[in-house]
């Protein structure tokens, strides 16, 4: 029997999608406009995964160079077809709805096809493209039809509900104009489309009610992959809605036949701590439900909360960078250099700070709601330092330079930081997330950062700072808390970066 563990992915990594190749499950997941793009995790037991490479690693793939913040990779379909991997997303805001294909997983991949419009005048317009083909090796592109026209109101945008056109894949062009599908129970956001044949009948698996706390899976089936499809009579399959689950925001399904044959769901989810409100400091993760079949419709079950043992990561900056670090609207690579001092890490600034577009900047997921990192640096020829950030507004630092230790909180407008004199050479900075301390009543939050530096041997403490303020319900955001270096001025050199976390 497959150890369901819940979280699957730690960490933000929402919009799962998964394929079963023989004895191997892929899983991409969504990235925004961070780089490198589009994450693909491996599994041979659904219980251990690896991340095994990035669709989008070379400029160009996508277009977040130029995405607003939020935009980008949104909601991969990763499927394997006549023996080469097919991953269809829209790069929101970028590029548009795009086609990848590989004959690894683990890449390299293509450098991504536009799909056009029957006319050829576009790109298909939508988001969370699905991919499947029929018997006859036709090919069926499925959609939400969410508009990003100009001006899109993001309370209120034009929605064309779910939406399917076939597509030449050689030309990469429509060969239609957009159907409309069936599209849910009537919840708002009807997006996240999955089109699968199972037993001989066409089932459409779709998301609704939008992906914060109302989220919802629904599931139609009919004869034929272009519909008509019949509600099931048990929607929505899932939500937490209403409940007090510890996993919420439930949604954004996708199925798969797991090992030993049992059919398996992946699907966004939020750990948020707190009162009634409740705050998820880490953004959307990726869970995995059991799926029973019965009269030809499938039951997932509830999510079931079952986090791995805490991790530890050391790096000491001796060998290339792994896969987990991220950059801000560029690659690793253009802001980090490994050759200038051999096993240290340096970053030049470049002008940029972390309120820009692309800041120079090298960082990775949190993915432990209890979780410290220590990085030794030194930033005796410049500015910069430590800092856990939801995007160019909401983000906390711990920065050395000019004769001081500075914690800052920018939340929004506002601005608030507290020093400690320091003079100079290589230091350590803790970055820590921790539990709020037992208070009364009700009031409470996700977890308080503790900013602290160890100064002359002696551990300082420069502040504490509410945790709910980098959570995806304040910041509004798609993505989740990501903890990295920056340089502001001059350059900074890192030495060492321990991150420690678990999820008790
Ligand atoms: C994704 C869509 C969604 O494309 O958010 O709210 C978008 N639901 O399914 C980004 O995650």
């Not at 219980?47 to 130029?66: F, I, K, N, S």
């Not at 019949?230 to 399959?237: H, K, R, S, V």
């Not at 910069?384 to 929004?412: C, F």
Request: proline letters at 7%.
């Amino acid at each position: 029997m497959t150890t369901l563990h819940n979280p699957l992915l730690n960490g933000f990594h929402p919009d799962p999608s998964v394929v079963r190749v023989g004895d191997e499950w892929f899983l991409a997941t969504s990235s925004f406009e961070y780089l490198p793009g589009i994450p693909i995790h491996r599994s041979t037991d659904f219980e251990t995964w690896e991340l095994v490479g990035h669709v989008a690693t070379r400029p160009g793939q996508l277009g977040v160079e130029t995405v607003p913040t939020g935009g980008g990779a949104w909601a991969p379909t990763i499927r394997h077809h006549d023996g080469r991997f097919h991953l269809v997303i829209t790069d929101a805001m970028g590029r548009g709805m795009l086609h990848f294909t590989a004959d690894d997983a683990a890449g390299p991949w293509s450098d991504g096809d536009l799909i056009r419009t029957e006319d050829g005048a576009g790109g298909v317009s939508g988001i969370d493209p699905d991919i499947a083909w029929d018997a006859d090796g036709t090919c069926y592109v499925t959609f939400s039809g969410l508009q990003f026209d100009g001006a899109m109101d993001p309370n209120a945008p034009t929605h064309l509900g779910i939406q399917q056109v076939r597509v030449d894949l050689d030309a990469h062009r429509a060969l239609e104009e957009p159907r409309s599908l069936w599209s849910g129970t009537g919840l708002m956001f009807p997006e996240a489309p999955h089109l699968y044949e199972i037993g001989g009948r066409w089932y459409l698996m779709i998301a609704e009610g939008g992906t914060e706390r109302g989220h919802a899976i629904s599931i139609a089936r009919g004869d034929a992959p272009e519909g008509p499809f019949t509600g099931a009579p048990g929607n929505p399959l899932v939500s937490a809605r209403s409940t007090p689950r510890p996993i919420q925001n439930t949604g954004h399904g996708d199925l798969v036949e797991g090992p030993g044959g049992d059919w398996l769901c992946v699907l966004l989810g939020v750990r948020p701590r707190s009162g009634t409100r409740a705050f998820s400091a880490l953004g959307r993760e990726t869970f995995v439900s059991p799926v029973a079949w019965t009269d030809g419709w499938p039951a997932i079950a509830p999510v079931q909360l079952d986090p791995r043992s805490g991790t530890r990561v050391e790096v000491a900056f001796d060998r290339p960078l792994d896969d987990e670090w991220i950059a801000v609207r560029r690659l690793p690579g253009e802001v980090a250099d490994l050759d200038a001092h051999p096993g240290r890490l340096k970053l030049r600034a470049d002008g940029s700070t972390l309120a820009d577009a692309m800041p120079v900047f090298l960082g990775r997921r949190q993915e432990h709601l209890t979780n410290e990192v220590t990085v030794r640096l030194d930033a005796s020829a410049g500015v910069g330092g430590l800092t856990v950030r939801y995007d160019e507004q909401y983000h906390v630092d711990l920065e050395v330079g000019a004769g001081l230790v500075t914690a800052r909180a920018v939340i929004g407008g506002l601005l608030q930081e507290w020093t400690h004199p320091f003079d100079g050479g290589p230091l350590d900075l803790h970055l820590a997330s921790r539990r709020p301390e037992p208070g009364t009543g009700l009031l409470s939050t996700s977890d308080v950062f503790h900013l602290a530096a160890t100064i002359a041997g002696e551990r300082v403490e420069l502040a504490r700072i509410d945790g709910r303020f980098l959570s995806s319900e304040v910041t509004e955001s798609f993505t989740g808390r990501v903890i990295g270096v920056y340089a502001l001025d001059g350059e900074i050199v890192v030495d060492r970066w321990v991150a420690e976390g678990h999820d008790d």
